[in-house]
């Protein structure tokens, strides 16, 4: 079956430094969304891409989606304490709104 | 204030009792879906549904049973039938179509505990 893969699992870094999380789909996704976990929480939307290279920014967050539609990528530049969290990418599949998530990347920011 | 509610926050149970989550949401949302999260795991679906009284098995269906006759309501039944139901379960919900996808709104999360 489909399958999205994340990486890394997890990341450590001082805060300041950049941190970047892939996603790779098994086949062509038709849009990938972006939702992030706070420790103890439950998983917030951040973002939906759609269209092959499309790249959306988030005041420190950007977003790519791959031009074959197959991997996606999200990056964060100079982190603070309050980037900490899981964050997921989830893929649609089928004809609904079916989503398949990524394992997640969770994020250790160190002040 | 509109969102969805889970209940309860933590639920302890004895191996071989059947339990059911309660998910409700008032946001208006045709779709809805239940996921179970284990550490250091994606979320991974159990069942959803687009409409009242339809519903669908999702990946990892087996040992849960679903219902959805209201389209504010969609209670999650883990039964005994299920061999690792320890887990934290999140509800869903969503505008449903085909064609396009939406951003899911997810509830606060039940922790299920079953010794």
């Not at chain 2, 204030?1 to 045709?30: A, M, W």
């Not at chain 2, 883990?78 to 997810?106: D, H, M, W």
């Amino acid at each position: 079956g489909q399958q999205v893969m994340q990486i890394p699992q997890y990341q450590h870094v001082q805060e300041g430094e950049d941190f970047t999380t892939y996603c790779n789909s098994s086949t062509t996704l038709s849009n990938i969304q972006w939702y992030k976990q706070r420790p103890g929480g439950h998983p917030v939307f951040l973002i939906q891409l759609v269209k092959s290279g499309e790249v959306k920014k988030q005041k420190r967050l950007t977003f790519q989606f791959g031009e074959a539609k197959k991997n996606s990528s999200l990056h964060i530049t100079a982190t603070q304490t309050t980037d900490v969290g899981t964050y997921f990418c989830a893929g649609r599949a089928g004809g609904y709104n079916k989503l398949i998530f990524g394992a997640g990347t969770r994020l250790a920011v160190h002040p | 204030d509109g969102g969805i509610t889970q209940s309860p926050k933590y639920l302890f149970r004895k191996e071989g009792q059947n339990v059911t989550l309660s998910c409700e949401q008032n946001l208006n949302h045709d779709a809805m879906y239940w996921y179970r999260q284990d550490p250091g795991q994606g979320l991974r679906l159990i069942y959803y549904s687009q409409i009242v009284n339809d519903f669908q098995k999702g990946d990892i269906a087996e040992g849960y049973s679903v219902s959805r006759e209201k389209k504010e309501s969609f209670p999650l039944t883990v039964t005994s039938a299920q061999k690792n139901p320890t887990a934290f379960y999140l509800c869903a919900s969503s505008i449903a179509g085909r064609g396009s996808s939406y951003e899911q709104y997810f509830g606060p999360g039940t922790r299920l505990t079953v010794t």
